[in-house]
């Protein structure tokens, strides 16, 4: 599948110095299967200032906050890569398949000139927003809609902090590291 890419150049160094909040709003773009939110790597590790830039696609929000890659390692001269995707279901083991059901997953990532890295950050979490229709079950109880990540070896793991939005019908978690929600 094809990705969207949006570049902020060196608009980046600006958006995540002060301590504001800027919103990105992506339309809808038939065809893409992910949406990929590019900077240079510099402009994200500075310090912790409450900036932030939140990029808004059909298959969710990031909010990505200055300093999330503070602390990482030659970063000079790369451009990172911030990409929330689709998420191939079928890649799955059967039982984490068979659990989902119908459900949306999404793939979020980050690379570095194009290589995929991890990434974890306790001091700077990203927020991640993906839209959600309960069923008429789930609706009666909204605190048991849970999130799940799937980590590295296909183990799929509770997430504590989500918590579904019923004004905005998304669900939404605090995440301070990268996988497959």
């Known amino acids: 599948g094809s990705r969207a890419v949006i570049s902020l150049g060196t608009l980046a160094q600006e958006l995540f110095t002060g301590n504001t909040d800027v919103a990105l709003n992506l339309p809808v ?3 893409a299967e992910g949406y990929t939110l590019e900077m240079p790597a510099n402009a994200l590790a500075g310090p912790y200032t409450g900036a932030a830039v ?19 390692e030659n970063l000079e001269g790369k451009t990172a890569g911030i990409t ?11 039982d984490i398949q068979a659990a989902i059901g ?10 570095l000139n194009g290589e995929q890295v991890g990434w974890n950050n306790p001091d700077a979490p990203v927020m991640v927003s993906i839209p959600y229709t309960p069923t008429a079950e789930e609706l009666k109880n909204p605190e048991s809609i849970v999130i799940w990540y ?12 989500g918590r579904y939005v019923p004004v905005t019908g998304t669900v939404t978690v605090s995440t301070t590291h990268f996988s497959q929600y």
């Open 29 to 31: 773009i038939p065809g």
């Open 54 to 72: 939140t990029v808004s696609t059909e298959l969710g929000s990031l909010r990505v906050p200055a300093g999330m890659l503070t602390g990482m």
């Open 84 to 94: 929330i995707d689709r998420f191939d279901k079928s890649k799955l083991p059967e």
């Open 102 to 111: 119908d459900r949306a997953i999404v793939s979020l990532t980050l690379t």
């Open 150 to 161: 799937i980590d590295g070896s296909g183990n799929a793991v509770s997430v504590p902090n």
